[in-house]
């Protein structure tokens, strides 16, 4: 078996410098043989590095990738993209970048495949066994699901896996610091490269090298922190002491590093989490600072039953419902375990047969691993939508309320984004941008804050001819004949944002539109689908199903 690793310093390649424009040297530890292990080196080739725009382009070279990819399941990650600098906002990405610690590296053009996403490029990016590693890689992730619906999984920042070899290495923690503080490297990081148009009909040599760079990297900052870790000692001798390393056990630690790091932004690290809860011992119980949801103290479902006045069982409940109807003299206690309550009214509904969703007992697990130590809510039709529905599929929405670990919670969340995506386009219901958006920047406004700014931090610098023209811009719009320092202090700090009267909420719109059509119940069910498609539950309550129609359902107060 052909084993090795390829490790780049500064002390190896002689130049501090060799990310600053063509990929030009590295040293490539391969080919260690059974017998007799050598390190060979050679110099790096644009041969390594691959344009993709086709999905054709993507499968000439992805048998090469899964070869890069059999022992050292890790690519580097980025992406590119254009941003209008006037409004702030970003167009779609343009430009992924995927490189493995071998030396290959892959630039897909995302803005030319017409939306045609090779299945099998999603496939990679989903699997949670093949790290993609990078800076801020989770928003890069987050910016592939809204794009383009790709759910990415197996996000490692290399900030925390810095933390996991402490004192051993000083930089900030941007991608260029950490290149500079691990690697001995500088990067190339000049703005109009930067800020090019990655969605040009054909890229330049220097876009062509500084993406490359970019994705490449990240991977060799990986290696070099899990070498360091395998290693010890100093790392600038590390690179000598090469000769003997197993892949496969390079490998396995890597994953043991990884560990409690995957998928976690970098200002949800689990070292920051347990630092903020040991200095706050007043904040409550169970529930994680960062998350969007927090872990329940307590079961969700307490199994209560509620019984119509002739015995009939009608529901189950959560036990603070049970003694509502106790408390205000409703129902009566007829059984303390379970907790029973016979109502005193004849409810306005009775179920149809036994066999009812409703009536089943559930356990407090996890509906898709089993957990039964930490879970959360999920609401399998998520709640931007869902307060959108008519009062009757609103009273009866606990069948779409199953309880999720943390994990399965974010791995499902992941998928709820591509759904998000689906609908946003077939309903022209835009997330977060266009008419999607509360508020739009007002261009004229801009031009007044711009000229504040001007004036008050560059005057030495701009024509005579330039600075009568802002400031008479400032004058005419305040009404005043001179400017004071309180006045441009105003117009620098003046909210160039104005409320968009075509703002319409995305998940209103996309409701309004299926009960539009009447179909409300296959919105419903689409999403129960998706979820059972992408989850895959193993422990889903009694009777809980995709078809499930809150018609037949009648209420029990």
């Given at each position: 078996m052909e084993r090795g690793v390829r490790v780049l310093t500064a002390a190896v390649l002689g130049s501090a410098s060799v990310y600053a424009g063509v990929l030009t040297f590295r040293q490539l530890y391969k080919h260690f043989k059974t017998q007799a292990r050598k390190c060979q080196s050679r110099k790096r080739t644009n041969q390594n590095i691959h344009l993709i725009s086709t999905a054709k382009d993507w499968q000439d070279q992805q048998k090469t990738l899964q070869e890069h990819l059999?022992?050292?399941?890790?690519v580097g990650l980025d992406c590119e993209w254009v941003s209008d600098h006037s409004t702030g906002h970003r167009s779609q990405?343009?430009?992924?970048?995927?490189?493995?610690?071998?030396g290959l590296c892959l630039l897909v053009r995302l803005c030319h495949m017409g939306g045609m996403i090779p299945q099998t490029l999603k496939d990679l990016l989903a699997d949670p066994s093949i790290l993609k590693v990078g800076v801020a890689v989770k928003d890069d992730g987050k910016k592939l699901a809204k794009d383009y619906g790709m759910v990415v999984q197996g996000c490692v920042d290399l900030r925390h896996l810095l933390t996991r070899v402490r004192h051993k290495y000083k930089c900030d923690s941007s991608l260029q610091g950490l290149a500079e503080g691990i690697l001995g490297v500088t990067m190339d990081?000049?703005?109009?490269?930067?800020?090019s148009n990655w969605e040009a009909d054909t890229l330049s040599v220097d876009q062509v090298h500084y993406a490359a760079a970019d994705g490449q990297v990240g991977v060799d900052i990986f290696t070099k922190l899990v070498l360091t870790k395998l290693k010890g000692g100093?790392?600038?001798d590390l690179v000598w002491n090469m000769e003997e390393v197993d892949l496969e056990?390079?490998?396995?630690?890597a994953r043991a590093?990884?560990?409690?790091i995957v998928d976690i932004g970098h200002r949800q690290s689990g070292t920051q989490r347990r630092t903020q809860s040991s200095a706050k011992q007043t904040e409550k119980p169970g529930i994680e600072k960062g998350r969007a949801y927090s872990a329940r103290a307590r079961p969700l479902y307490?199994?209560?039953?509620?019984?119509?006045?002739?015995?009939?069982?009608?529901?189950?409940?959560?036990?603070?419902k049970a003694e509502w109807y106790i408390e205000k003299q409703l129902g009566d206690k007829v059984c303390e375990r379970p907790l029973t309550v016979r109502l005193r009214f004849e409810p306005s509904g009775r179920p149809e047969s036994e066999h009812n969703y409703y009536l089943q007992e559930k356990e407090n697990v996890c509906v898709v691993c089993g957990n039964n130590n930490t879970y959360t809510r999920k609401f399998v039709v998520p709640q931007e939508y869902l307060k959108y529905f008519p009062p009757l599929l609103k009273d009866h929405r606990s069948h779409d309320v199953l309880l999720l670990c943390p994990p399965c919670h974010q791995v499902s969340s992941n998928h709820d984004a591509v759904l998000r995506q689906e609908l946003a386009v077939e309903c022209d219901a835009p997330i977060d941008s266009g008419l999607g958006c509360r508020s739009v920047q007002n261009q004229d406004l801009m031009k007044i804050r711009s000229a504040a700014k001007a004036l008050k931090l560059s005057r030495p610098q701009i024509p005579e001819a330039r600075v009568i023209v802002l400031e008479k811009?400032?004058?005419?719009?305040?009404g005043v004949t001179s400017l004071t320092d309180d006045l441009l202090e105003t117009a620098i700090n003046m909210d160039t944002r104005i409320f968009n009267s075509d703002y319409m909420p995305h998940g209103k719109k996309v409701v309004e539109q299926f009960k539009q059509k009447g179909k409300l119940w296959d919105f419903e069910r689409r999403w129960r689908k998706s979820f059972v498609d992408t989850m895959k539950p193993k422990f889903l309550p009694p009777l809980w199903s995709i078809e499930h129609h809150h018609n037949g359902v009648l209420s029990t107060h």
């Amino acid at each position: 078996m052909e084993r090795g690793v390829r490790v780049l310093t500064a002390a190896v390649l002689g130049s501090a410098s060799v990310y600053a424009g063509v990929l030009t040297f590295r040293q490539l530890y391969k080919h260690f043989k059974t017998q007799a292990r050598k390190c060979q080196s050679r110099k790096r080739t644009n041969q390594n590095i691959h344009l993709i725009s086709t999905a054709k382009d993507w499968q000439d070279q992805q048998k090469t990738l899964q070869e890069h990819l059999k022992v050292m399941k890790v690519v580097g990650l980025d992406c590119e993209w254009v941003s209008d600098h006037s409004t702030g906002h970003r167009s779609q990405v343009a430009l992924l970048q995927l490189a493995t610690t071998s030396g290959l590296c892959l630039l897909v053009r995302l803005c030319h495949m017409g939306g045609m996403i090779p299945q099998t490029l999603k496939d990679l990016l989903a699997d949670p066994s093949i790290l993609k590693v990078g800076v801020a890689v989770k928003d890069d992730g987050k910016k592939l699901a809204k794009d383009y619906g790709m759910v990415v999984q197996g996000c490692v920042d290399l900030r925390h896996l810095l933390t996991r070899v402490r004192h051993k290495y000083k930089c900030d923690s941007s991608l260029q610091g950490l290149a500079e503080g691990i690697l001995g490297v500088t990067m190339d990081k000049r703005r109009e490269i930067r800020c090019s148009n990655w969605e040009a009909d054909t890229l330049s040599v220097d876009q062509v090298h500084y993406a490359a760079a970019d994705g490449q990297v990240g991977v060799d900052i990986f290696t070099k922190l899990v070498l360091t870790k395998l290693k010890g000692g100093d790392p600038g001798d590390l690179v000598w002491n090469m000769e003997e390393v197993d892949l496969e056990e390079v490998w396995r630690l890597a994953r043991a590093m990884c560990q409690g790091i995957v998928d976690i932004g970098h200002r949800q690290s689990g070292t920051q989490r347990r630092t903020q809860s040991s200095a706050k011992q007043t904040e409550k119980p169970g529930i994680e600072k960062g998350r969007a949801y927090s872990a329940r103290a307590r079961p969700l479902y307490h199994n209560c039953q509620l019984q119509a006045p002739d015995g009939q069982p009608l529901c189950t409940c959560d036990i603070r419902k049970a003694e509502w109807y106790i408390e205000k003299q409703l129902g009566d206690k007829v059984c303390e375990r379970p907790l029973t309550v016979r109502l005193r009214f004849e409810p306005s509904g009775r179920p149809e047969s036994e066999h009812n969703y409703y009536l089943q007992e559930k356990e407090n697990v996890c509906v898709v691993c089993g957990n039964n130590n930490t879970y959360t809510r999920k609401f399998v039709v998520p709640q931007e939508y869902l307060k959108y529905f008519p009062p009757l599929l609103k009273d009866h929405r606990s069948h779409d309320v199953l309880l999720l670990c943390p994990p399965c919670h974010q791995v499902s969340s992941n998928h709820d984004a591509v759904l998000r995506q689906e609908l946003a386009v077939e309903c022209d219901a835009p997330i977060d941008s266009g008419l999607g958006c509360r508020s739009v920047q007002n261009q004229d406004l801009m031009k007044i804050r711009s000229a504040a700014k001007a004036l008050k931090l560059s005057r030495p610098q701009i024509p005579e001819a330039r600075v009568i023209v802002l400031e008479k811009t400032l004058m005419d719009y305040y009404g005043v004949t001179s400017l004071t320092d309180d006045l441009l202090e105003t117009a620098i700090n003046m909210d160039t944002r104005i409320f968009n009267s075509d703002y319409m909420p995305h998940g209103k719109k996309v409701v309004e539109q299926f009960k539009q059509k009447g179909k409300l119940w296959d919105f419903e069910r689409r999403w129960r689908k998706s979820f059972v498609d992408t989850m895959k539950p193993k422990f889903l309550p009694p009777l809980w199903s995709i078809e499930h129609h809150h018609n037949g359902v009648l209420s029990t107060h």
